[in-house]
């Protein structure tokens, strides 16, 4: 059967209310939605509005039920390219029964559906209350089971007279739940959203008894949430209706404010329909009587100012309002558009419901002004509603002055403010332009040698042009070790030998000269000696014991040799030549004459009886200084013999061992000095080896 909407047009009228300087509020009616298909007491006007989808719910008067009637229904819409909104599909419940009243308020997000049957009884109790799941398939709505079941089911519970879902979080209202503050107080259950279309449960939330939330009062009548703000219902309280406002706060829901109409009376119905968008709250009043008609029905408006307390800023109705109507019966709000369900609207028919449409907006002040020497391009003074974004201007300096800041210490030019959420108002910065003149060259100016010990040399750069913005520059020096320089030019020699000392322009130039510098007559200091030698010597034998200096480059090497004992053995103070006197220990001291570092070391003095020294033509090492690789041969002792090869550093310290039965043998080695010591044994020889 072909269906038709019927949408009359309203006369456009456009209210606007400002709190101080803070937001301004602006609501404008636009159009009624009543479908021809409408049935007397259906009750349409369960309005849910998601992107360019809309479900309004139809759930049958209580008039009704008990005459075969009562079941419900929902309408499905999609917004075409002119703005208006096209039926698609009726879609029914999946278990029709008398006063269900499926579509009493309904939960979109994305492709699936969330449809509450608030009056639905099952196995066990009655009017218990049911939220139905239906998926989006090829453009159709399909019923998608699981469904949805109160938690803690009692009669008249009433589950699912309000949905909402929205980030993430769903919520699910029992009006008339015992759980939370006794009798019919009312709980709204949350869950989160795990994966598209299923629900997992959280918790529940009860109105706080501090706020004057009592049994009977229905508690979850109706419920919106934006941005971390949820808004909870109280249709029968006793001020004539009320809501709480919360926020989460330390994995808890804590309420914030109550809030409810300022002419409210009992029984007025104050947030039977109740929703939340972009920094408003919308609340609708169905049994208010108003302007001299009964139960005609108010919706108000809500703005939270800049101390965060939520305050009214209207109160409106229909130009065309009637007795009956139950405006505000449903509300929903998203992007700037109301969506107001009066349920007994007659429109041709008896009770048969409609929805209205606003325009509604929260919107700031935006306010873009030019300080000295400049000017603003663009919208200047803007209003924009809450959430959008301003029109883009430019800051525009004066000639011979430049763009700064703005007063708020944005450097953004062009600038836009992107979702605004509080009035604004800038002032763009302009100063003198500073024009900025580039190093065209550096030269390094007193460059000389450097002979004298420690000796320093003081460098100068000229710059050009003379009127160069940055004239500063960088000193560095290629070879630290040689000569340092620091930030004013100063060279200080360290050592002998050449170095490049550069000067680089810091104004991003790229200039920057070098000059040589020879430096010479610089003292390198010992910094310490350690003793090369054996530690064993016979009595009679002379050996010669070698100083080793550090650094390898001092300048002065020259050291000074004595004994603690000269009747054990003699030392030539210059050349460090000792000789074995007798039996016995002595410790040998070198001390340099750069500083005076020592050394010693302790050798010991043999009888000539217990080493016996081989002659050379008995073994033989060679090459003898090596390059890297020595061969030691055995000449004239017998094959079958096992000699012990011992390879010491200057330290003392044996860094290498083998034994050599074979007639030849190879030993890789560093460069340096090394004592060779072979031994069988019973006797030992000692040769010293240069490595290259």
Not at 470 to 489: E, H, L, R
Not at 569 to 596: F, M, N, P
Request: glycine share 10%; aromatic share 10%; proline share 3%.
């Amino acid at each position: 059967m072909k269906r038709f909407l019927i949408v009359l047009a309203l006369t456009f009228f456009v209210f606007s209310v400002s709190a101080q300087t803070e937001s301004t509020f602006t609501y404008s009616e636009d159009t009624i939605l009543a479908p021809a298909s409408r049935a007397d007491y259906d009750w349409f006007g369960s309005p849910c509005l998601s992107g360019d989808m809309m479900m309004i719910g139809g759930s049958i008067s209580a008039a009704v039920c008990g005459a075969g009637s009562g079941a419900g229904y929902v309408n499905y819409y999609v917004k075409n390219i002119d703005g208006d909104w096209n039926f698609i599909q009726r879609i029914e419940s999946p278990e029709p029964e008398d006063c269900d009243h499926f579509g009493s308020d309904i939960a979109i997000d994305g492709d699936w559906a969330f449809i509450g049957a608030w009056w639905d009884d099952n196995n066990t109790y009655t009017d218990v209350g049911k939220v139905y799941r239906f998926q989006k398939v090829g453009g159709t709505w399909v019923h998608t089971p699981p469904d949805l079941y109160c938690p803690n089911p009692s009669n008249e519970d009433m589950f699912g007279v309000s949905l909402e879902i929205k980030d993430g979080l769903a919520f699910i209202g029992a009006l008339k739940d015992d759980i939370g503050r006794g009798f019919e107080s009312g709980t709204v259950y949350y869950y989160t959203v795990t994966s598209p279309g299923t629900l997992t449960p959280q918790g529940f939330i009860n109105a706080p008894s501090a706020m004057g939330h009592d049994a009977g009062d229905n508690f979850g009548s109706d419920i919106g949430y934006y941005d971390s703000t949820l808004v909870i219902s109280a249709y029968r309280d006793d001020s004539g209706g009320c809501a709480f406002i919360f926020r989460p706060e330390g994995g808890s829901w804590d309420c914030k404010q109550k809030i409810t109409g300022s002419d409210t009376e009992f029984g007025d119905g104050w947030g039977e329909g109740i929703d939340i968008d972009r920094g408003i709250i919308l609340s609708g009043a169905f049994l208010d009587s108003a302007i001299g008609m009964e139960m005609v029905g108010s919706a108000y408006a809500y703005t939270e100012n800049t101390s965060g307390t939520w305050v009214e800023r209207a109160i409106f109705r229909p130009a065309d309002a009637n007795p009956y109507d139950y405006f505000g019966s449903r509300v929903s709000l998203e992007n700037g558009v109301a969506a107001i369900g009066a349920f007994k609207r007659d429109e041709g028919t008896t009770d048969g419901g409609a929805v209205y449409f606003y325009s509604v907006n929260k919107s700031y002040s935006v306010n873009y002004l030019a300080g000295p020497n400049g000017s603003i391009s663009g919208d200047t003074s803007q209003t924009v509603n809450h959430g959008d974004s301003s029109a883009t201007v430019t800051a525009i300096p004066d000639m011979g002055y430049a763009f700064i800041d703005w007063s708020d210490k944005s450097t953004d030019n062009p600038r836009t403010d992107y979702n605004i959420t509080s009035a604004i108002t800038v002032t763009a910065n302009f100063d003198t332009v500073i024009i900025n003149i580039p190093v065209s060259d550096v030269e390094i100016i007193g460059a000389a040698d450097i002979t004298a010990n420690n000796g320093t040399l003081q460098l100068g750069v000229n710059i050009l042009p003379v009127d160069a913005t940055d004239k500063t520059v960088t000193w560095s020096s290629t070879a630290p070790s040689i000569a340092t320089v620091n930030d004013t030019g100063l060279v200080t020699a360290v050592a002998n030998g050449d170095v490049k000392i550069m000067a680089a322009a810091n104004d991003g130039s790229g200039e920057a000269d070098s000059v040589d510098i020879n430096v010479s007559g610089q003292t390198i200091p010992v910094i310490g000696v350690s003793i090369f030698a054996v530690d064993t010597i016979i009595v009679g034998e002379t050996i010669t014991l070698i100083a080793d200096i550090s650094p390898y480059n001092a300048t002065i090497k020259s050291v000074r040799w004595n004994v603690d004992n000269s009747n054990i053995a003699s030392i030539d103070a210059t050349s460090g030549i000792l000789t074995g006197i007798a039996v016995g220990e002595v410790v040998v001291t070198v001390t340099t004459e750069d500083g005076s570092k020592t050394a010693s070391k302790k050798i010991i003095v043999v009888a000539a009886t217990s080493v016996v020294t081989f002659a050379n033509e008995q073994f033989k090492i060679y090459p003898n200084p090596s390059a890297g690789t020595l061969i030691v041969e055995n000449k004239g002792i017998s094959e079958n013999a096992d000699f012990l090869v011992s390879v010491y550093n200057l330290s003392g310290i044996c860094i290498h061992k083998e034994h050599f039965k074979e007639y030849k043998m190879s030993i890789q080695l560093r460069s340096g000095f090394y004592l060779f010591k072979i031994s069988d044994g019973l006797t030992e020889s000692t040769r010293k080896i240069f490595m290259h």
